[in-house]
């Protein structure tokens, strides 16, 4: 059996497990700035936490969205919809980032470090 000619569409059931391989992808590289959110536990959190790392995963994210982006914008003919589909993600990445994951970590129960009380007699040690 040879390939099928240009232009001649894919068997059905060919199609259909090729769209479900790369709706599998697309969920897979949708899951990977959530999950390796999580390896900063495993790997160490001076690398993978902090400003630094929540930025680096959300070009991530933004980045391994661009193909849904690009299928919206082309399902909807507009603009509009890969900019609200790129403003969920930002709040619903915020949320995880901001409010979720330092309420599972524990950091917003943490006291700030108190600061060394000044005394009257200060100026006596100098």
Wanted: aromatic letters at 8%; charged letters at 10%; glycine letters at 14%.
């Amino acid at each position: 059996m040879g390939a099928a000619p240009p232009g001649v569409p894919l068997p059905r059931r060919v199609a259909g497990v090729w769209a479900g391989v790369r709706a599998g992808l697309g969920a897979a590289l949708g899951l990977v700035p959530h999950l390796l959110h999580h390896v900063g536990l495993v790997a160490g959190a001076a690398v993978l936490t902090g400003a630094v790392g929540n930025g680096v995963f959300y070009v991530v994210g933004l980045v391994f969205s661009i193909p849904l982006l690009r299928r919206l914008r082309a399902r909807f003919g507009s603009r509009w919809a890969p900019a609200v589909g790129v403003a969920v993600f930002t709040a619903l990445f915020a949320l995880s980032a901001f409010v979720v994951g330092p309420a599972i970590s524990g950091e917003a129960d943490t006291p700030p470090p108190a600061e060394p009380a000044v005394t009257q007699d200060h100026e006596v040690h100098h």
